[in-house]
């Protein structure tokens, strides 16, 4: 059996006494075995060539770069900011978004219909592949009621979609500025206003805009021209399986 303590540990700690940012070193030796004979070439974003311990993980767990297969995609990771829910940096230096690979060819599928619609436009990843000792921060720091909790974050114990990289959390944004399309509301915003499924009633009481809705369902459109699903409780979150078949087919990031 694969030595869980190192994750335990880590996750106690996040509970207990939190850092300001984790480390994938603190997560202890990967559940993996790598083959250090084999070599790899590798053709990052601008922004990002220097590979950092979280990427070197999420590549060995087999996992896919979003800008190495899509250059065109935007990244900006909320969690490796302070611009989030709870207001802290859990990635330290890591730029770069990663997906299972049958995922980035979906979202490739995805990019490809937007260009039909608008080829001004790109995508904006906010997160994508969320190990599940990160899970457990963002379940600790929500100030929710623990039954309200899973509306908006996956139960660590359980494992959500993101924890098994089939899941990913954009907008649309303009390529010449990078600047995104108004949706309504920021990125985990928890209220009604983000909420796919209150949209009408939204507009009703002044809270959104015709022109917030006309953005939503075009990023649901392509999303779902590419075979991912949305929500009903974030317009900005998709995902390509269900639990039942992402634990089929793949295994959680710890």
């Given at each position: 059996?694969?030595?869980?303590?190192?994750?335990?540990?880590?996750?106690?700690?996040?509970?207990?006494?939190?850092?300001?940012?984790?480390?994938?070193?603190?997560?202890?030796?990967?559940?993996?075995?790598?083959?250090?004979?084999?070599?790899?070439?590798?053709?990052?974003?601008?922004?990002?060539n220097q590979l950092t311990a979280w990427d070197e993980r999420f590549l060995d767990a087999g996992l896919v770069n979003i800008?190495?297969?899509?250059?065109?995609?935007?990244?900006?990771?909320?969690?490796?900011?302070?611009?989030?829910?709870?207001?802290?940096?859990?990635?330290?230096?890591?730029?770069?978004?990663?997906?299972?690979?049958e995922v980035v060819n979906m979202m490739e599928k995805a990019f490809l219909y937007l260009q039909e619609k608008d080829s001004?436009?790109?995508?904006?990843?906010?997160?994508?592949?969320?190990?599940?000792?990160?899970?457990?921060?963002?379940?600790?720091?929500?100030?929710?009621?623990?039954?309200?909790?899973?509306?908006?974050?996956?139960?660590?114990?359980?494992?959500?979609?993101?924890?098994?990289?089939?899941?990913?959390?954009?907008?649309?944004?303009?390529?010449?500025?990078?600047?995104?399309?108004?949706?309504?509301?920021?990125?985990?915003?928890?209220?009604?206003?983000?909420?796919?499924?209150?949209?009408?009633?939204?507009?009703?009481?002044?809270?959104?805009?015709?022109?917030?809705?006309?953005?939503?369902?075009?990023?649901?459109?392509?999303?779902?021209?590419?075979?991912?699903?949305?929500?009903?409780?974030?317009?900005?979150?998709?995902?390509?399986?269900?639990?039942?078949?992402?634990?089929?087919?793949?295994?959680?990031?710890?």
């Amino acid at each position: 059996m694969k030595n869980l303590w190192p994750i335990f540990a880590v996750i106690v700690a996040a509970c207990s006494d939190p850092k300001d940012n984790i480390s994938a070193d603190d997560l202890g030796p990967a559940t993996f075995e790598v083959d250090e004979s084999s070599t790899r070439s590798f053709d990052f974003s601008e922004e990002t060539n220097q590979l950092t311990a979280w990427d070197e993980r999420f590549l060995d767990a087999g996992l896919v770069n979003i800008q190495e297969q899509i250059p065109e995609i935007l990244v900006e990771l909320k969690y490796s900011t302070t611009d989030n829910f709870f207001g802290r940096d859990v990635y330290d230096d890591l730029e770069n978004a990663y997906l299972q690979p049958e995922v980035v060819n979906m979202m490739e599928k995805a990019f490809l219909y937007l260009q039909e619609k608008d080829s001004s436009l790109t995508f904006l990843v906010y997160d994508g592949v969320r190990p599940r000792a990160v899970q457990q921060i963002l379940w600790d720091n929500l100030d929710k009621p623990d039954s309200l909790k899973p509306l908006y974050v996956a139960d660590p114990k359980i494992g959500g979609l993101h924890n098994y990289g089939v899941a990913v959390d954009l907008t649309l944004a303009h390529k010449d500025s990078g600047e995104p399309l108004d949706m309504g509301t920021k990125y985990d915003y928890f209220g009604y206003a983000a909420y796919p499924d209150r949209e009408n009633q939204m507009l009703r009481e002044g809270k959104i805009t015709k022109q917030h809705i006309e953005n939503r369902r075009l990023l649901r459109e392509v999303m779902k021209q590419a075979g991912f699903h949305g929500i009903g409780s974030e317009w900005w979150h998709f995902n390509a399986y269900t639990r039942k078949q992402a634990a089929e087919k793949f295994e959680i990031v710890e």
